[in-house]
């Protein structure tokens, strides 16, 4: 299937300015303020559907794979904030402690995506992002865990644990016709397509995703029809102790966008 996201411009300013995106109006800083310097364009994509073929990828392989996991708390229950982060974080946690064979796992941020129109949205929900991105970067995950764990406790699993970033996603409603969810396979990402962008936000931190350029070699997936029981598993960002200059999935990241179908 063909489709169009968008990607990051190669311009001549970010040799000596980097990116930026700004969450707030920056005009009462002046007239010359800029909100932004990122501009996109739109490219055509093949997306290949992995429907009947699932098992061919996998998270550290090709940076994302989709597991059956019913979810044991009723669907329309994750509308409500107080079950997601009370019932449904413990879930996912022990989801991901199996599949990663983790020891530890800190849920920090969950987000509902919804493509109707405004009036039926979910409560709550954000509209589905067609850009290729990956939303923390490795400098991001280090700021993520002294945000979550402190100072101390942070400096002290940054030396001496491996940490990743890894996303769970699943249908709420289903089946999704309509703007799934799509992954670049790392393997096809050159390291040269990733581009740094500083998200700045009023009053809190500087974070950093990544955004990529278009390349013709790269390789898109997603699954047609996906139902609440199939769960999303993607790679963002890493870090390893023993090897800081590197992302433990290998020389790439996985990128990740929505497109649609």
């Known amino acids: 299937m063909e489709t169009r996201l968008k990607f990051i411009k190669d311009l001549e300013i970010y040799?000596?300015?980097?990116p930026f995106e700004c969450d707030f109006d920056v005009?009462?800083?002046?007239?010359?303020?800029?909100?932004?310097?990122?501009?996109?364009?739109?490219?055509?994509?093949?997306?290949?559907?992995?429907?009947?073929?699932?098992?061919?990828?996998?998270?550290?392989?090709?940076?994302?794979?989709?597991?059956?996991?019913?979810?044991?708390?009723?669907?329309?229950?994750l509308m409500q904030d107080d079950i997601v982060q009370n019932g449904y974080?413990?879930?996912?946690?022990?989801?991901?402690?199996?599949?990663?064979?983790?020891?530890?796992?800190?849920?920090?941020?969950?987000?509902r995506r919804d493509n109707r129109p405004q009036g039926e949205y979910l409560l709550g929900s954000s509209k589905p992002v067609n850009i290729a991105h990956i939303d923390q970067s490795q400098d991001t995950l280090k700021l993520r865990v002294l945000e979550h764990f402190g100072d101390a406790e942070g400096l002290t699993i940054l030396e001496n644990h491996k940490v990743e970033i890894v996303n769970a996603w699943r249908a709420i409603l289903g089946p999704i016709n309509d703007m799934p969810l799509a992954f670049c396979d790392t393997r096809s990402v050159k390291t040269n397509d990733c581009v740094a962008v500083d998200n700045v936000r009023l009053g809190t931190?500087?974070?950093?995703?990544?955004?990529?350029?278009?390349?013709k070699d790269q390789r898109w997936y997603y699954i047609s029809r996906q139902m609440p029981d199939e769960m999303w598993l993607f790679f963002m960002s890493g870090w390893d102790p023993a090897n800081p200059g590197r992302i433990p999935q290998g020389d790439s990241s996985l990128y990740y966008s929505a497109h649609f179908d």
Do not use: W
């Open 89 to 111: 974080f413990e879930e996912v946690a022990e989801i991901l402690k199996t599949r990663l064979n983790a020891a530890r796992v800190h849920i920090f941020h969950y987000e």
């Open 205 to 215: 931190r500087v974070g950093e995703n990544l955004i990529m350029r278009h390349n």
């Open 15 to 18: 040799q000596y300015e980097k």
């Open 27 to 77: 005009s009462k800083f002046g007239p010359d303020a800029r909100r932004t310097n990122v501009e996109y364009e739109e490219c055509n994509v093949l997306v290949h559907d992995i429907r009947g073929r699932e098992g061919d990828f996998k998270l550290n392989h090709n940076g994302f794979e989709i597991i059956r996991k019913p979810s044991e708390i009723p669907l329309e229950d």
